[in-house]
T-cell receptor
Framework: GDSVTQMEGPVTLSEEAFLTINCTYT??????LFWYVQYPGEGLQLLLK?????DKGSNKGFEATYRKETTSFHLEKGSVQVSDSAVYFC??????????????FGRGTSLIVHP | NAGVTQTPKFRILKIGQSMTLQCTQD?????MYWYRQDPGMGLKLIYY???????DKGEVPNGYNVSRSTTEDFPLRLELAAPSQTSVYFC???????????????FGPGTRLTVL
């Protein structure tokens, strides 16, 4: 079945540091790929997405590129801020003919940014 | 648009009590989902629905029931609450079209449930 593997957290960085959170997936075909962010005490919200190979999703300074050859969708940001402290979830939604399209989530990676 | 709304925000139950967690979306999404999130953990799918009148089990359905009589509402029923059901519950919705991948999921703010 489909699966998403994220790097274990917490990831602890100083403000203005470079961020990478690794995400790899297993799925048939060409799934859509997502990064969601969960701020403390809130629900998840979409950060960015990509729907086909080599697409780059970007939002709020975060970027991720859909790499079919390495089945990866790593999240990057050039300079993190304290306000980026949150839990980040990588997810995929399968593409198939017929059936239901239930997304698969990674376990989440906690990011802590210190001033 | 209000998006996905959930009530209540917080609830404390005693063992053996029952309750219904409410979820409503105003985006005309066909798919709706219930997840639970234990402290420091990821999401686990409880139940989902692909449209009014159609529901199916997720990864952890035991101890829960759902119904979907309208497109907008997807309540989650807890019967005979147990301490193991202490968690944060999230409702989500998305729009899916046949033959295409799932679109973005929209999440509610969550219900924080404690069973004592």
């Amino acid at each position: 079945g489909d699966s998403v593997t994220q790097m274990e957290g917490p990831v602890t960085l100083s403000e203005e540091a470079f961020l990478t959170i690794n995400c790899t997936y297993t799925a048939t075909g060409y799934p859509s790929l997502f990064w969601y962010v969960q701020y403390p005490g809130e629900g998840l919200q979409l950060l960015l997405k990509a729907t086909k190979a080599d697409d780059k999703g970007s939002n709020k300074g975060f970027e991720a590129t859909y790499r079919k050859e390495t089945t990866s969708f790593h999240l990057e940001k050039g300079s993190v801020q304290v306000s980026d402290s949150a839990v980040y979830f990588c997810a995929l939604s399968p593409v198939a003919s017929g059936g239901s399209y239930i997304p698969t989530f990674g376990r989440g990676t906690s990011l802590i940014v210190h001033p | 648009n209000a998006g996905v709304t959930q009530t209540p925000k917080f609830r404390i139950l005693k063992i053996g009590q029952s309750m219904t967690l409410q979820c409503t979306q105003d985006m005309n999404h066909n798919y709706m989902y219930w997840y639970r999130q234990d402290p420091g953990m990821g999401l686990k799918l409880i139940y989902y629905s692909v449209g009014a009148g159609i529901t199916d089990k997720g990864e952890v359905p035991n101890g829960y029931n759902v119904s979907r009589s309208t497109t907008e509402d997807f309540p989650l029923r807890l019967e005979l609450a147990a301490p193991s059901q202490t968690s944060v519950y999230f409702c989500a919705s998305s729009y899916q079209t046949s033959g295409r991948g799932a679109d973005t999921q929209y999440f509610g703010p969550g219900t924080r449930l404690t069973v004592l």
